[in-house]
């Protein structure tokens, strides 16, 4: 409403409202048409830096859609600047995930990973795919990925949100070091225990696995289940205000849906620190047994 004062809550609400992942991507392209250039996106990260500074976070990692500005015809570089400019105002420490979306194909996702390598001393940390993991299988974006790893780019990748546990190792075939929800790893008991000998942790969205379909009702959602097999676990907000979420919310829902203690939620939060792209790159090692309550 900021953006567009002439929206009604009632029409944000509506536009909001999504019963499956395709649904969800129909509205965030409705979202950004509202992001059209360097200040809009500096209000949207203003806004979110408040939020989270409002929540006593102290280290955040956003992620900034690189691949759908470049998409769109905007300026990169000087959203890039704008967005960096309000992290420079924030107590909220800040570093930046630049992500690329799955279905726009490797030559797109080259051009957000050399833009991210240009730029990783002014706190890039990261790249990233996205989008619809069901449309670009990973396979396709080895080279992507090895430039960005060459680059000095710590990696990630969106896998097992919506597909199964073969999208997942496909994206740690990339070098993914850290997994966008992979809850679909949940049906692989070898996927389980390498992403626990590795220390490869998944990053659950909770209230994002439910509004997308992800996962049809709390009771399905494998969170419990992935803890208890010793994944290590992260939680996160994904889109917080397209899912009217917060991270404070997110751990509320990990005690009161699925039972973990102060104890256990210390841990995952403590995960939020050991797994962080501020560290340097963790050594893979097939000896490592790690809990997600570990630390």
Same mark, same amino acid.
């Given at each position: 409403?900021?953006?567009?004062?002439?929206?009604?809550?009632?029409?944000?609400?509506?536009?909001?409202?999504?019963?499956?992942?395709?649904?969800?991507?129909?509205?965030?392209?409705?979202?950004?048409?509202?992001?059209?250039?360097?200040?809009?996106?500096?209000?949207?990260?203003?806004?979110?830096?408040?939020?989270?500074?409002?929540?006593?976070?102290?280290?955040?990692?956003?992620?900034?859609?690189?691949?759908?500005?470049?998409?769109?015809?905007?300026?990169?570089?000087?959203?890039?600047?704008?967005?960096?400019?309000?992290?420079?105002?924030?107590?909220?420490?800040?570093?930046?995930?630049?992500?690329?979306?799955?279905?726009?194909?490797?030559?797109?996702?080259?051009?957000?990973?050399?833009?991210?390598?240009?730029?990783?001393?002014?706190?890039?940390?990261?790249?990233?795919?996205?989008?619809?993991?069901?449309?670009?299988?990973?396979?396709?974006?080895?080279?992507? +990925? %090895?430039? #960005?790893?060459?680059?000095?780019? /710590?990696?990630?990748?969106?896998?097992?949100? !919506? &597909? *199964?546990?073969?999208?997942?190792?496909?994206?740690?075939?990339?070098?993914?070091?850290?997994?966008?929800?992979?809850?679909?790893?949940?049906?692989?008991?070898?996927?389980?225990?390498?992403?626990?000998?590795?220390?490869?942790?998944?990053?659950?969205?909770?209230?994002?696995?439910?509004?997308?379909?992800?996962?049809?009702?709390?009771?399905?959602?494998?969170?419990?289940?992935?803890?208890?097999?010793?994944?290590?676990?992260?939680?996160?907000?994904?889109?917080?205000?397209?899912?009217?979420?917060?991270?404070?919310?997110?751990?509320?829902?990990?005690?009161?849906?699925?039972?973990?203690?102060?104890?256990?939620?210390?841990?995952?939060?403590?995960?939020? +620190? %050991?797994? #962080?792209?501020?560290?340097?790159? /963790?050594?893979?090692?097939?000896?490592?047994? !790690? &809990? *997600?309550?570990?630390?």
């Amino acid at each position: 409403m900021e953006l567009d004062p002439s929206l009604t809550p009632e029409e944000i609400a509506a536009r909001y409202r999504f019963a499956n992942f395709t649904e969800f991507i129909e509205s965030y392209k409705w979202v950004t048409n509202y992001l059209a250039g360097p200040a809009e996106f500096a209000l949207a990260a203003r806004r979110l830096l408040e939020r989270l500074a409002g929540e006593n976070v102290s280290y955040a990692e956003i992620t900034l859609s690189a691949g759908v500005v470049l998409f769109r015809g905007r300026d990169l570089a000087a959203i890039w600047e704008a967005v960096r400019e309000e992290a420079r105002r924030s107590p909220v420490r800040t570093l930046w995930l630049f992500d690329a979306v799955r279905q726009f194909g490797p030559e797109a996702a080259m051009r957000v990973a050399e833009f991210a390598a240009a730029r990783i001393d002014e706190g890039i940390a990261a790249f990233g795919i996205g989008g619809d993991e069901r449309l670009a299988p990973a396979e396709r974006f080895h080279d992507v +990925f %090895r430039f #960005a790893r060459q680059s000095g780019l /710590r990696v990630t990748a969106h896998a097992g949100e !919506t &597909s *199964g546990p073969e999208s997942v190792w496909a994206a740690l075939k990339l070098g993914a070091e850290r997994i966008g929800h992979g809850i679909g790893s949940i049906h692989d008991p070898v996927l389980l225990r390498y992403l626990r000998e590795r220390e490869i942790p998944l990053e659950i969205c909770l209230t994002s696995n439910l509004a997308t379909g992800a996962v049809a009702s709390w009771d399905e959602h494998p969170i419990r289940r992935l803890y208890d097999a010793g994944v290590p676990i992260i939680l996160g907000s994904d889109d917080p205000a397209m899912f009217q979420t917060t991270l404070t919310r997110e751990f509320e829902l990990a005690a009161s849906r699925f039972g973990f203690s102060e104890e256990e939620l210390r841990g995952i939060a403590a995960n939020g +620190f %050991r797994y #962080a792209f501020d560290h340097p790159r /963790r050594l893979i090692s097939g000896s490592a047994n !790690t &809990s *997600g309550s570990a630390e």
